[in-house]
């Protein structure tokens, strides 16, 4: 399995940005694909961006244009862009890697977006 530590959250006004992090404990070229989920209250778990060792990204329709993923390969991180957040957003975002076959997720870090 891969550690994964996530960092960025925050409070945030609608119309804001934050860029999320996540530490991986492994070379992250190692791992076939890397995601980010969120989690609203009352709400199940749902899938917002991956990308994939050859740098392909997709995005769920909900965020697309607005959010970002990308990853560093110097830092073993992945990171996410929100940007023009707004009230539907607030969720703790988790990150999530495949690697050697088996699903490793983070504790997850919280955004709210709030006036």
């Known amino acids: 399995q891969v550690q994964l530590v996530e960092s960025g959250g925050g409070l945030v006004q609608p119309g804001g940005s934050l860029r999320l992090s996540c530490a991986a404990s492994?070379?992250?070229?190692?791992?076939?694909?890397l995601d980010w989920y969120r989690q609203a209250p009352g709400n199940q778990r749902e899938w917002v961006a991956s990308i994939t060792r050859g740098g392909r990204t997709e995005y769920a329709g909900s965020v697309k244009g607005r959010f970002t993923i990308s990853e560093d390969s110097a830092n073993d991180a992945v990171y996410l862009q929100i940007n023009s957040l707004k009230p539907e957003d607030t969720a703790v975002y988790y990150c999530?890697?495949?690697?050697?076959?088996?699903?490793?997720w983070g504790r997850g870090t919280r955004v709210t977006v709030s006036p």
């Open positions: 492994v070379n992250i070229d190692s791992i076939n694909a």
């Open positions: 999530k890697a495949m690697y050697r076959g088996l699903p490793s």
